[in-house]
């Protein structure tokens, strides 16, 4: 056989036993448990007990165009009298003592749209189980809403802090740099409207944040732990082979509120009409493979 012969076969030979080894290495990808977030104006309007709230009479409400939202914690629980903090924690936050009682690190928070995916874990780090419940606290929501200005009707975005307590150096708003460098606690807003911005407080406790459970597993006063319920419970088994999906749907019927001095169902800055909720008004959590 001539010299360059044994050549060509050799080097095919070597590349089939390089290929080959190759095809053994790879491993198919571990499957995962997928987190998404959605955002409906259409869900059902809660309150603070998981019942259905209407607007109460003075004040006036909105469905805001939610844009992306961060939350800090989120569990899942076996049953209605499971402890917060007892239940399968899939993810926590990062916190900060930079501005002094510890605090919602918001520079380092983790933030998704409509759709998105927030959180993305193998499902090998789930206990496997059934779960018919579970918990998010909330820390951030970003939105657009309408106001009326001088007789118009405009449109600015609304940045509200729903989380028990922000640490925040600066953020960005609609192109606008805000600065803050210190603890917020829930309830504080910032708006940006034509270039212009402003900011406040919510009153204390007035952040709506729906909990079926609130006599069998209550919140801490200040949280923003919104629980919602599995409708025929989510099952880990511990044997699946396919990534998994929950896509956590939240109410944003009208949730954002304000208390009216013009009767005209239209915020109005201007006119005095102050904020008194911004807290997300339910949630419902959906399985899909």
């Known amino acids: 056989m001539k010299p360059i012969v044994v050549t060509v076969l050799v080097s095919l030979l ?7 080894d190759n095809d053994d290495t790879i491993q ?34 909105q469905s805001p165009i939610m844009s992306r939202m ?12 499971t402890a917060l903090g007892t ?10 003592n930079i501005g002094g009682a ?7 928070a983790v933030f998704a749209g409509n759709n998105e995916t927030f959180l993305s874990i193998p499902l090998s780090d789930v206990t496997p189980g059934t779960y018919n419940w579970v918990r998010v606290s909330l820390a951030y929501q970003e ?15 609304l940045a509200s802090f729903v989380g028990y307590n922000s640490f925040i150096s600066s953020f960005d708003l609609n192109g606008s740099s805000i600065d803050v460098n210190d603890n917020r606690l829930q309830g504080f807003w910032a708006f940006e409207a034509l270039g212009f911005t402003s900011q406040g407080q919510a009153p204390e406790g007035a952040t ?3 909990n079926p459970l609130f006599a069998s597993s209550p919140i801490p006063q200040g949280s923003c ?5 599995f409708e025929n419970g989510f099952t880990i088994t511990g044997n699946e082979t396919q990534s998994v999906e929950v896509t956590l749907s939240f109410s944003t019927n009208n949730s954002f509120e304000w208390i009216e001095v013009n009767a005209d169902g239209k915020y109005e800055p201007a006119a005095g009409e102050q904020v008194v909720d911004m807290g997300l008004r339910g949630l419902i959590p959906l399985v899909s493979n």
């Open 14 to 20: 070597l590349f089939c036993s390089c290929s080959e």
């Open 28 to 61: 198919p990808s571990e499957p995962n448990l997928i987190i998404k977030l959605k955002f409906d104006p259409m869900q059902e309007r809660l309150n603070n007990q998981g019942q259905p709230s209407t607007v109460p009479d003075g004040n006036a409400a």
């Open 70 to 81: 961060s939350a800090n914690y989120i569990e899942l629980a076996p049953e209605a009298f």
């Open 87 to 96: 239940g399968e924690i899939l993810f926590e936050g990062p916190e900060t």
């Open 102 to 108: 510890t605090a919602i690190d918001f520079q380092n």
């Open 143 to 157: 939105g657009d809403i309408d106001l009326l200005v001088d007789g118009n009707d405009i449109n600015g975005t």
């Open 208 to 210: 709506t944040v729906p």
């Open 225 to 229: 732990v919104v629980t919602g319920q």
